[in-house]
């Protein structure tokens, strides 16, 4: 029982009062020896003990007013509900099922998954219905799905449902499903309301995506069942998926490269990964993961065509969630690299031109290398590119350039295009660093000579390509046998960068001098490179060493690659941007992994889809009445990073939903009463009130005037006698 004003309760010390008064009235009797009186004793006897009985009985009389009075003034009141059985077991309630299926229900419980768990306890909360109970079911993935919207009382439609729904195993949000929730039971016309959340409980399920607390409130009593167990849950989970081109083994060789994380586990753990491609196995090997960090696994495979290959890679472990085991990775193949070269130095003489070597190198081809399709413009003309159309953008000395063309870049980028930049004799450090802000990894502070090109002591002024990542692709083929021809280039002239804090930032590449000489940043899906020197001969003599030509190769080649990382993968529950304005496309129709199909209208030559299972998706664009594969808009779907962790919500975060959806509570702290939700008891005490107040009333009159009273009424029959 809850109180609506219990302050009241204080006047319940006033229950004392009519028995101090009892005990103070208390006859205290002096025995006198009387002889002459001795024949009425007995007769006193018998009144001494009716009287006794009746003081009795009106100290319980006046007891029970000082009870019931400030009980009563307190407005008790009982939920309807689960923790308000008697209320809950005189009306009817309506119930709201919601169920988490999150890619964390996967987890495997004594053979059987949390979901499955999930599913039997809601079957066993619909079993307890009452037969003029109603219920609805709800589905917690992200964005949450009814599945029983109107309130039945049919335990097969609700069974039924409960069952045969399919998970998502995505991601999930509890918090939007209680606000479908609330709709429903407000809707409702039943005065008792219940909603019971079942769930493993993690913190990525309980995610603050409310607000407003207020927002919650409606949801009548809220019970949350909780199915994971109580120690720790374990768990191991592909986080991220890259490929790039072998150093070795020539043209169609490709590295995949796993990142693989766990948690729960004390210590380093081992499971066993393996690379599907096009659903076909073609590697496993074991990986070990430290405890403090990820691991990572790269696989070699060579492609034999070009187009599109749908690569995944599957782990194995001993216990955890099932669903995040696999990561999908959709790779567009194309042996030709489609590149915008912008002339910041056009010269008449041919090889003083600034893109004259540039221009050689990616156009050559050695052996089964792919080459480059480039095309030059000026800055002014640069204006009128379609960058679509592009996978790199470079602007090879350009010394400067509209915002409105810089904007056009940052959005090229975000998109997942590559842009190169490299310095010349038109860079000036201030400007440059005011126009590129938006693309430079780097503030430029200065332009660092070290020596005239054809100065006699060049050799010992110069400095030289030193602190190289063979890591990334790009210098990965240096670390060869050969690739130290490299280190002999002299580099005359370079930028000098301002130092910077930004995580999306990275050196590549260094001089002996210890000044930058490539820097990487990412922005949005794409990529920027800054290479601090020239490309042509004014700052370098790279151009005539023999690493030049696969060292600007393999720049392009790591720019080009669109679609090569986590970043431009779509995720389950986020809307997908699907482009075929230039298709004249009428309708999309989208097959998910499990092939169910799903058909969108193009609204200005776009259509949004939200993908709900994990995998490869096809993409079919219906124009003039046919229905076409496209293998270009193809696209994966992966897990939302927020659940690979299993931990459970703390319990203080979980509350403050479940007090807000008892009651909202307002700006002076007071909770906001929710009627509808309550079972009122204190009329009742008030009528129990009354009763007692009149029957203290008759107990407290004289004997006499019942003596009186009966006289009257013996008189009134004589006389009509």
């Known amino acids: ?125 619909v079993r307890g219905m009452r037969s003029w109970d109603r219920a609805a079911v709800i589905f917690a993935h992200d964005p949450p799905s009814i599945v029983v919207g109107d309130l039945t009382g049919d335990r097969g439609i609700l069974q039924r449902a409960i069952r045969s729904e399919p998970a998502s195993f995505g991601g999930s949000d509890l918090p939007s499903a209680l606000l479908l929730a609330r ?24 995610s603050d995506r409310v607000t407003n607390p207020s927002q919650l409130a409606g949801l009548g009593d809220v019970e949350v069942i909780r199915v994971s167990p109580e120690r720790a849950m374990r768990n191991s989970a592909v986080i991220a998926l890259d490929y790039s081109e072998a150093a070795e083994g020539g043209a169609g060789n490709y590295e995949v490269t796993a990142t693989i994380e766990s948690w729960g586990y004390d210590g380093e753990s081992e499971v066993e990964a393996t690379l599907l491609v096009d659903d076909r196995p073609v590697g496993t090997t074991p990986v070990e993961i430290p405890a403090d960090r990820p691991g990572t696994v790269t696989f070699t495979h060579r492609f034999d065509d ?20 696999t990561r999908y990775l959709p790779i567009h193949l194309d042996r030709s690299i489609r590149a915008l070269m912008v002339n910041g130095d056009v010269r008449s003489v041919q090889y003083n031109d600034e893109l004259f070597y540039l221009e050689r190198a990616l156009g050559a081809r050695v052996g089964e290398v792919r080459a480059v399709d480039t095309d030059i413009v000026a800055p002014e003309r640069f204006v009128s590119a379609d960058l679509s159309a592009y996978d790199v953008v470079i602007l090879a000395n350009v010394a400067v350039m509209p915002v409105s063309q810089v904007q056009r870049l940052v959005e090229f980028a975000e998109e997942g295009g590559g842009i190169l930049l490299s310095g010349g004799d038109n860079v000036d450090a201030e400007r440059w660093s005011s126009i590129y802000a938006d693309l430079l990894p780097k503030p430029v502070r200065s332009v660092s000579v070290l020596c005239d090109p054809n100065d006699p ?10 602190a190289l990542d063979v890591t990334t692709p790009i210098f990965r083929v240096f670390s060869l046998p050969g690739g130290e021809s490299i280190q002999s280039a002299r580099v005359f002239t370079y930028l000098l960068l301002e130092p910077t804090t930004d995580e999306s930032v990275r050196t590549l590449a260094s001089y002996a001098d210890g000044g930058p000489a490539l820097l990487e940043r990412r922005i949005g899906r794409g990529r920027v490179l800054l290479w601090t020197t020239s490309i042509d001969f004014d700052w370098t003599d790279l151009p005539i060493r023999t690493a030049y030509l696969p060292l600007m190769q393999r720049m392009v080649q790591y720019l080009a690659r669109r679609g090569a990382d986590a970043s431009d993968q779509a995720v389950l529950g986020e809307r997908v941007s699907i482009d075929v304005e230039s298709m004249g496309a009428e309708r999309v129709e989208v097959h998910d992994p499990d092939g169910e199909r799903h058909v969108i209208d193009v609204v200005a030559g776009s259509a949004g889809f939200v993908p709900q299972r994990a995998g490869h998706h096809r993409v079919f664009v219906s124009a003039s009445g046919r229905d076409t594969e496209v293998d270009a808009l193809s696209f994966a779907a992966n897990l939302p990073p927020s659940e690979h962790d299993p931990a459970v919500v703390a319990g203080a975060d979980r509350d403050r939903f479940i007090d807000a959806a008892v009651g ?33 009333s008759l107990l407290a009159v004289r004997r006499r005037f019942w003596q009186r009273l009966r006289g009257r009424r013996g008189a009134e029959s004589a006389d009509a006698l």
């Open 1 to 125: 029982m809850r109180f609506l004003n219990p302050i009241l309760l204080a006047g319940l010390a006033a229950v004392f009062l009519p028995i101090v008064i009892h005990l103070i009235n208390r006859r205290r009797a002096v025995r006198v020896a009387f002889p002459a009186l001795e024949f009425l004793r007995r007769s006193q006897k018998e009144q001494a003990r009716r009287l006794k009985i009746k003081q009795l009985l009106l100290l319980l009389a006046r007891i029970s007013i000082f009870l019931l009075l400030p009980l009563a003034m307190a407005q008790p009141y009982m939920l309807c509900g689960a923790q308000g059985q008697s209320a809950g077991d005189r009306l009817p309630t309506s119930i709201v099922i919601v169920i988490d299926d999150s890619a964390s229900m996967s987890w495997s419980r004594s053979g059987d998954t949390l979901l499955e768990v999930a599913r039997a306890r809601a079957q066993r909360v």
């Open 183 to 206: 709709e429903i039971q407000l809707d409702s016309e039943l005065s008792a309301k219940r909603t019971v959340v079942i769930t493993d409980d993690t913190a990525a399920a309980w």
């Open 306 to 325: 070009n187009g599109l290959f749908r690569v995944a890679v599957s782990i194995e472990e001993p216990e955890g969630a099932s669903a995040d085991n």
């Open 457 to 466: 002591d060049a050799n010992i002024k110069a400095t030289r390509l030193a």
């Open 664 to 696: 909202a509570r307002g700006a002076d702290g007071a909770v906001v009463d929710v009627p509808e939700n309550r079972a009122r008891t204190w009329p009742v005490l008030l009528f129990l009130l009354l009763v007692v107040i009149y029957a203290e």
